[in-house]
């Protein structure tokens, strides 16, 4: 089986983003679990790190138990290019358009402000029981070198084949602490991005990424130091802005469309 990066070229050629610089950078494991935190967790879920200051080598680290609970493959002997080929072989185009647009819109928009973005789109890839699953991809920068260049992302995929199989085939950047986000982008489209205007409040939005993780109403309103009562009003209002339902509709919706 061919065992290539098929994205070691998009990546090589971000020269003004990607470091090359190895010295004094070290990961902390309770900000690696913050960033987990972060993401939207709707199923079973694995992650790891990249580490890409040795392109165009880029090399899979802190491997773990969830790389082997879905792939059925020991840790040790995970790689990137292991996991690149046991995706679909059709979205594989799609998926090098996806990255050539976020290294374009990296440098372009949040080269400044790296640690403050999100990304997520979705594709196709093989399980342990070699049955193509849908998960959904979200990637988080992780560390920066001394000069602010992207060094390490975490990078958690989460299996969503129980709320759709639809591939909606688009890709967004969620921005944090002031900065834009663009939803639904079309990777193959004229980007000429422009602010997405915020269909959720901040807090709306926490209450939506409790709710797709699992929690309850109580456990919402606990981590969030508010009454049920508010979470129960926050909910009503977040399905009115939709048309939606409940929020098992609402999480399906947002996920189809790239809101979370």
């Not at 098929?6 to 690696?32: P, Q, V």
């Amino acid at each position: 089986m061919d065992k290539k990066n098929f994205l070691a070229n998009t990546w090589e050629n971000s020269n003004e983003l990607i470091t090359k610089n190895t010295k004094g950078i070290e990961l902390s494991e309770n900000k690696i679990n913050n960033l987990i935190g972060r993401s939207i967790s709707v199923g079973p879920f694995y992650w790891y790190v990249l580490n890409f200051c040795n392109l165009p080598q880029v090399v899979m680290e802190q491997k773990n138990i969830s790389l082997t609970n879905f792939f059925g493959i020991e840790a040790q002997n995970m790689s990137l290019e292991v996991l690149m080929s046991r995706i679909h072989p059709g979205d594989i185009s799609y998926i090098q358009k996806c990255e050539e647009v976020i290294t374009q819109t990296m440098e372009e928009v949040y080269l400044e402000n790296l640690l403050d973005l999100k990304i997520s789109y979705c594709f196709r890839i093989k399980d342990k029981n070699d049955r193509y699953k849908l998960i959904l991809h979200q990637m988080i920068p992780l560390e920066l070198d001394k000069k602010g260049k992207f060094a390490y992302s975490i990078n958690i995929h989460t299996d969503i084949e129980h709320i759709t199989t639809t591939n909606s085939r688009t890709l967004s950047f969620f921005g944090f602490n002031g900065m834009p986000s663009f939803i639904g982008i079309d990777p193959y489209g004229n980007n000429n991005f422009k602010t997405t205007k915020k269909i959720f409040t901040n807090r709306e939005t926490e209450i939506i990424r409790y709710f797709a993780s699992g929690f309850t109403t109580k456990e919402i309103s606990e981590k969030l130091l508010i009454s049920e009562h508010t979470v129960k009003t926050h909910n009503k209002n977040i399905l009115s802005k939709t048309e939606c339902k409940n929020f098992k509709e609402l999480i399906a919706k947002s996920i189809k469309e790239g809101l979370i």
